[in-house]
């Protein structure tokens, strides 16, 4: 038993840093960074390097059955057994399923598979918040620009973002077109310290409204650069405005000839690994940009909910029969009647789109714990209990079949025109920035020692009595 070094791709973020994972054994020792220019150069976060702890501890090893309010322990065919009588007597109209920030490709392809096919249920979402999502065309929800392109912006302007947490590598990017270029940096809200000088507005929406009918100085900011850069942030995303401020600005773009074929200014900061995949699979069900099946799991709509390492979902569980499926003893599994074992992504193969929209493939370091499975397997075995047919017959057949539908999917999506979204209401509110918790943004964070310890020192770190 001896050390091994794998190459992979790390998942703390949407960056999709290039890295190495070092085992032994089991056990994930340690992560480093590998060169890639276009991505993370030589770099990676302070998290990707020392989170990995967080791959040994609270794992799920076995599946569990909730009786009584405790969980016990079961083997796979009889949790298999209860889910199918479950499934077979709901109605799929009453069956949902949503899905994770860990999740490759393959097993959202099989999961939406599942729900499509063995289901009958289009009841499948990977957002987890109210996120406005335009699908129509896929720069929707890029990072056009492309991370090595923000250093040849020669303005840049953040919108409901915060790049120090929410991407980063990506913010150090920011910071060295800053230094290489001394480009000019506009916040609208004031977000504190980000490496680099900023100016920043009062977070009012009405700005947008100013920059948009050309009566602000950002407008002629914008029409005078040559490679501008708008980088929208989640927060922008889920607030109220959100409509309002994306296809505003995206119009404001277009109308100023903008966006060519060689530069799209409009950037989306996705800070989840399985943001982008998830929405190029078509995992999401939307009216006018919002979330349908969020909203009615919300109003207590659905009988069965199966999460799918899904760990960050808000909701007032009523009489739900939830099925969560994934690696950690976190928040989806303390709400679920059945937990079913899953992988961490050093644990299995998986494809994972970057925020630029670029395809990259994470190796198997390691293996799952005793009888955790990696993902696609369980759902596949789960549509085996159900109907004796597997959806795919191999890893091979799965990956081969994913692939084809997202180049499908891709090369139809180049040859579409945008159309243009009329009808936008302004709101007169303050952008609010969702403060990311940094240091436990998802579960291998939560359960990583390390994390927790710098968690605790900067929540600590005024307590000393000498800053000023």
């Not at 009405?206 to 002629?220: M, Q, T």
């Not at 099946?293 to 029969?321: A, M, P, Q, R, S």
């Not at 499908?408 to 025109?417: D, M, P, Q, R």
């Amino acid at each position: 038993m001896g050390t091994k070094k794998t190459e992979s791709i790390d998942v703390m973020d949407a960056i999709g840093s290039n890295i190495r994972v070092d085992t032994y054994g089991w056990e994930v020792k340690r992560i480093l960074p590998r060169i890639n220019e276009d991505i993370n150069e030589e770099w990676i976060s302070d998290k990707t390097r020392y989170a990995c702890d967080g791959l040994l501890n609270q794992r799920l090893d076995t599946p569990y059955i909730k009786y009584n309010g405790k969980f016990e322990k079961a083997s796979w065919s009889e949790v298999f057994n209860i889910i199918k009588s479950k499934f077979k007597n709901a109605d799929k109209d009453k069956i949902c399923g949503m899905t994770g920030d860990l999740v490759n490709m393959e097993t959202l392809y099989i999961f939406k598979e599942f729900f499509n096919k063995t289901l009958g249920s289009q009841n499948v979402e990977s957002r987890s918040d109210h996120i406005y999502l335009n699908a129509e065309k896929r720069e929707n929800y890029l990072f056009n620009s492309k991370i090595n392109g923000i250093e040849e912006s020669d303005f840049i302007f953040l919108v409901g973002t915060n790049p120090r947490y929410e991407a980063t590598i990506l913010n150090a990017r920011i910071r060295k077109s800053y230094l290489q270029n001394k480009t000019k940096i506009i916040s609208l809200n004031d977000i504190g310290d980000l490496t680099y000088p900023y100016e920043s507005l009062d977070g009012n929406i009405g700005n947008i409204k100013k920059i948009i009918e050309d009566n602000h100085e950002i407008s002629k900011l914008i029409k005078d650069a040559k490679k501008p850069l708008i980088i929208f942030g989640q927060s922008a995303l889920k607030s109220k405005s959100a409509k309002y401020i994306f296809e505003s600005i995206k119009s404001f773009l277009d109308k100023n000839n903008k966006t060519s074929n060689e530069w799209n200014p409009l950037n989306i900061i996705s800070e989840d690994a399985a943001t982008v995949g998830g929405f190029d699979l078509g995992l999401y069900k939307t009216e006018d940009g919002s979330n349908e099946v969020l909203k009615d799991l919300e109003d207590n709509k659905f009988e069965i909910v199966y999460l799918l390492g899904l760990d960050n979902l808000k909701f007032k569980k009523n009489n739900e029969f939830i099925i969560y499926q994934g690696s950690h003893g976190d928040k989806g599994a303390e709400i679920a009647d059945i937990i079913l074992p899953g992988a961490a992504y050093t644990e299995q193969n998986g494809y994972f789109t970057n925020l630029e929209g670029k395809l990259q493939k994470a190796y198997k370091a390691s293996y799952p714990p005793e009888d955790a499975k990696e993902d696609w397997i369980i759902i596949n075995e789960l549509a085996e209990a159900m109907n004796h047919r597997k959806l795919f017959n191999d890893k091979g057949e799965l990956d081969s079949s994913m692939l084809n539908q997202l180049n499908l999917y891709i090369e139809k999506n180049n040859s579409l025109v945008s159309s243009e979204v009329k009808n936008l209401t302004f709101v007169d509110e303050s952008l609010k920035i969702n403060s990311e918790d940094y240091y436990y943004s998802n579960v291998i964070a939560r359960a990583s020692k390390t994390m927790f310890d710098c968690k605790s020192a900067k929540a600590n770190l005024k307590s000393t009595g000498t800053e000023g």
